[in-house]
């Protein structure tokens, strides 16, 4: 999903703490490192601020308590242009680089701090795996298209045969692995898990601990769809989990990847919160009217960049055009960086993804995917969710699996709830709040977990 991307002020990091964890059982996988760092591209205007003869490297946003990147001396405002004699130019080659980089391996950074150019080294550090008092927790890995990703399962302590959820997070390239307790999704596993559902987590390729695949911001939607196909298909081989009862949970992106997978077995339910039904093409056009205005851009100015908007998804939706081709018109290049944050240097990424993640996302048929499965479906939608905001699309899901399996479609609208679980009165507050980080540590609405626990006893 996109998180409001062309809002300058409401900044997604996407994927930029490598929350890296060690395996229990697996002989492939190593604890990786954390470098408690988030970051972003550095642009022209940053590179000339700290004069640089280059555009490259990548921006310290935020360094925390526990990290490498702390222990080495990082900073907020740090410029990273070298890990280990290897020059960054971007925050993939970053990912790239610390995906190679183990537990107690030396690391060298070469960095621009105000202008002056500086080294520092550390040993690396990782951070703590997931553990409950009340709950027993197993990492595993499974191969991938030539490398391993990583399995965790969460499940309640004494249960010896649970059902289980199977996890599908949103579109950014962030770690399921130690999120924390602030974080929604850990709030909402921890009170399944409570409940007595085992819950199933993978990473995707390059997060966390996976090895030897590509990193997340440059595969494509069927690479990402194809590796939440490849785990949820290993359930069967974990002996205490009950394969007669197996749900599935997909937020944002997750909930368009959840009718898409080849479920092998079979899942029993399938909910899905803050999603899409119709095509890319359509839900880009009707975002940029609806997030736009919310976003403070005036009616009349909206309706005059309409034609622009509507040229540019066309032709990169429907024509496939690269972005490399459409910003050859000139209006295409500022509509690019202004609305996607697009880097010329970094040609093939658009809101932190892969420029074909999104062209694909265009050729999937949503529609006949739910129309084909006939278990239990939820579709939930928040009120003043302004990234999912169509409450039409949420009640189609339910709408289309009644059509064709009377019965077994529900939708449930949740009020004061947005795209991330938090509590706000309206959109306008949703909006205004979507980047205040201490706000949504203090305001997660819990009615997600009840809705959640309700329908499971239900089915």
């Keep these: 999903m996109v998180f409001l991307c062309s809002m300058k002020k409401l900044v997604i990091l996407t994927g930029i703490c490598l929350l890296l964890t060690a395996t229990v059982n ?20 940053i590179a000339k601020a700290n004069h640089m003869t280059e555009t490259y490297g990548v921006l310290v946003q935020t360094v925390l308590d526990g990290g490498t990147g702390r222990k080495a001396g990082l900073q907020c405002g740090d410029i990273l242009i070298n890990i280990n004699n290897q020059k960054i130019t971007n925050k993939g080659t970053f990912l790239q680089f610390i995906s190679q980089i183990k537990e107690g391996d030396e690391i060298r950074f070469e960095f621009f701090r105000n202008g002056t150019l500086m080294k520092t080294k550390s040993k690396v550090l990782s951070p703590t795996k997931d553990n409950y008092d009340f709950a027993d927790v197993v990492y595993d890995e499974i191969p991938f298209q030539g490398g391993f990703l990583r399995n965790i399962i969460v499940t309640p302590k004494g249960v010896k045969k649970a059902p289980v959820i199977f996890f599908i997070q949103g579109y950014t390239c962030v770690s399921m692995d130690n999120l924390g307790p602030d974080n929604p999704y850990e709030k909402i596993i921890v009170e399944l898990v409570k409940k007595g559902y085992a819950v199933f987590k993978t990473e995707k390729p390059g997060m966390g601990d ?21 785990a949820y298909q290993t359930i069967p081989k974990y002996s205490f989990l009950d394969t007669s009862q197996i749900y599935i949970f997909g937020h944002s992106m997750g909930g368009v990847i959840a009718p898409l997978i080849k479920r092998i077995p079979e899942a029993k339910g399938i909910a899905v919160y803050g999603t899409v039904t119709r095509s890319w093409f359509e839900y880009f056009i009707e975002q940029a009217r609806f997030q736009q205005i919310y976003a403070g851009e005036d009616y009349v100015d909206n309706q005059a960049n309409f034609p622009s908007r509507l040229k540019f998804n066309y032709e990169f939706l429907i024509d496939k055009k690269s972005l490399t081709e459409l910003a ?36 999937v048929n949503l529609i006949k995917s739910w129309a084909e499965y006939s278990g239990k479906t939820l579709a939930i939608w928040g009120e003043n969710d302004f990234v999912a905001f169509s409450r039409t699309d949420h009640e189609w899901v339910a709408d289309i699996i009644n059509h064709y399996h009377p019965g077994n479609g529900k939708f449930v609208s949740l009020p004061n709830s947005d795209h991330a679980f938090t509590y706000n009165q309206s959109m306008k507050q949703a909006v205004e709040n979507w980047s205040n980080g201490a706000y949504r540590k203090k305001n997660f609405n819990p009615a997600i977990i009840k809705t959640l626990e309700i329908w499971l006893k239900e089915n």
């Design 26 to 45: 697996s002989q492939h996988i190593r604890r990786r490192a954390f470098m408690g760092t988030a970051l972003i591209n550095v642009n022209d205007s």
């Design 210 to 230: 996976c090895t030897g695949t590509a990193t997340c911001e440059d595969i494509d939607f069927y690479t990402e769809l194809n590796a939440f196909e490849t």
């Design 328 to 363: 050859k018109d000139s209006s295409m290049y500022a509509y690019l960086q202004q609305e996607w944050q697009w880097n010329p240097n970094v040609p093939d990424k658009m809101s932190g993804r892969n420029y074909k993640f999104w062209q694909q996302l265009q050729d």
